[in-house]
């Protein structure tokens, strides 16, 4: 179901099939209202979210001002950055790519987030599906607790959602 452009929403960017299920465990989720938040098609590649994003969605955030935007990617290594040995290097250097093709004028409505490698290996450290790590995210952000979060594979998005959770929140879950 899509959201309705006119009230305060959020959709989401989302490089691969692994984020989105476990978007669809956080959609799971009893408290969230579902119908405030949307998942675009998914981009195939970090590089296509950030593409996707500069070549749709910036008109559109400007066009629909009760919309937030979550861009979800990996911060993994790949071809594109292959002299990126260290993933604090790698995760800083990928999040101001993104950060610096944010207008200035929609910052405070964008947001980056992802694993600082892949989700399978998320996955594999905490023993949960996809959908589960979904769900456990979902009370996390309902709560405002940091169980799932504050997980090493995703502690470095601290301030990202600590944005969501002032901005997005109260959107999200009734």
């Not at 040995?85 to 993104?98: H, K, M, T, V």
């Not at 409505?109 to 979902?138: N, Q, S, W, Y």
């Amino acid at each position: 179901m899509a959201a309705n452009v006119y009230q305060p929403h959020l959709l989401l960017l989302i490089e691969d099939d692994a984020n989105r299920q476990i978007f669809n465990g956080f959609s799971e989720h009893p408290g969230l209202a579902s119908r405030r938040i949307q998942m675009s098609k998914l981009a195939g590649g970090w590089l296509k979210v950030l593409e996707d994003f500069k070549t749709h969605h910036i008109a559109l955030l400007r066009k629909f001002p009760h919309r937030h935007m979550l861009m979800v990617i990996d911060f993994d290594s790949d071809d594109a950055e292959p002299s990126i040995c260290d993933a604090a290097s790698r995760i800083n250097r990928r999040r101001a790519l993104f950060t610096g093709a944010i207008p200035e004028d929609l910052r405070a409505r964008v947001f980056v987030i992802g694993c600082a490698d892949e989700p399978e290996g998320l996955a594999r450290a905490t023993g949960c599906k996809f959908e589960e790590i979904g769900r456990l995210l979902a009370e996390d952000c309902e709560f405002g607790t940091d169980k799932m979060w504050g997980h090493s594979m995703l502690g470095h998005n601290a301030k990202e959602i600590a944005r969501l959770r002032d901005k997005v929140r109260a959107v999200l879950f009734v």
